[in-house]
């Protein structure tokens, strides 16, 4: 196992970059924690396998370096970074029976028999194959052959860090649950560095200690799911986590007062917020009232989702979304929101501003 540094890494598929917008991959300075479990979660095309392939070594970056316990492996080949990496889609030996896959990664480091058929046994009952292990790999479905890839991703016990690329995408849903379980089990039990790329909130929020959060080729916040929630450090992460995701409201911010939808509200706090100013706060935080202070809104839509309601309202020609409870009535007097105490975030530029006071992240 082993702590992986970032340092000053970027990449650009293109020989020549010249802006930044040329770079799949901006720079990032980052230290992978050894032991931890993380997501990296991010829409598609964001940069998030550009990252784990230049960690596992399938890529060299065009910038910077990455270490692994202080050592420098940024043109070590992947052979030789002793890491294990399960990726989208099955990577099996089709002529081999489904032990001989699971088994290849010990073989191949000459590790005694009984202990092979140890770990393979253990491996495929995790997997859910343990009656399946003399049948050919040719001619199993694609969701059991990527079982197999995860299988053999999780067979060695001596790893460097564990990788991968979205691979429950294959995958049947009823099975997705299990194998995750499986996964957070194994880093349970051998505490290995982890980091599991997902485009699914869900997956990611699950499985991780923490949460890295990349949006258009940048990291944009490394958190506990609990500070993505309350504290997103960038209006990406408010409304990508959260279901329905975060409220955005164009604001003018003076100290500890903001003007939103023609609305003066006191903040509480004190803010110094330049450029394009928003007030960022989540649904489960928006209150629903009828006269008295807050934002003139209307409702125009109520969703009935199950364990709650989703109630849509139009605030000045910004759409906001409010969370009720199950049983909760919607009267049609409603016509102001407030903000309930702690669920404010201010941004400018799309950044979190911090109050005056608020002790660094
Ligand atoms: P993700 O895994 O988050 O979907 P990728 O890391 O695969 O994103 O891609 C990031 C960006 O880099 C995308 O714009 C993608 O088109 C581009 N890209 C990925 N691989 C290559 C490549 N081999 N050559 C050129 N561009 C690439
Ligand atoms: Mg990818």
Redesign the pocket.
Known sequence: MAKITLDNLAHS?MPNPKSEDDF??KELNHDWTDGEAYALL??????????LNIISGLLIPSQGRVLFDGQDVTHAPTADRNIAQVFQFPVVYDTMTVEANLAFPLKNRRMDTAEITRRVQKVAAMIGMEDQLNRKARGLTADAKQKISLGRGMVREDVNALLF?EPLTVIDPHMKWELRTQLKKLHADFGHTMIY?T?DQTEALTFADKVVV?HD?RVVQIGTPQELFERPAHTFVGYFIGSPGMNLLDAKIDGRQAQVAGATIDLGRDYDAKGRTQIGVRPEFITLHSGGEGIPARVTRVEDVGRHKIVRLDAGGTPVSAIAGEGEEIPTSIDRIRFAEGGVNIYADDWRVAPAGEAAA
Not at 42 to 51: R, V
Request: hydrophobic share 35%; with cysteine; proline share 0%.
């Open positions: 598929y799949a991959l991010g829409a598609s095309g964001c940069g998030k396998s550009t990252l690329d790329v485009h990349m080729g």
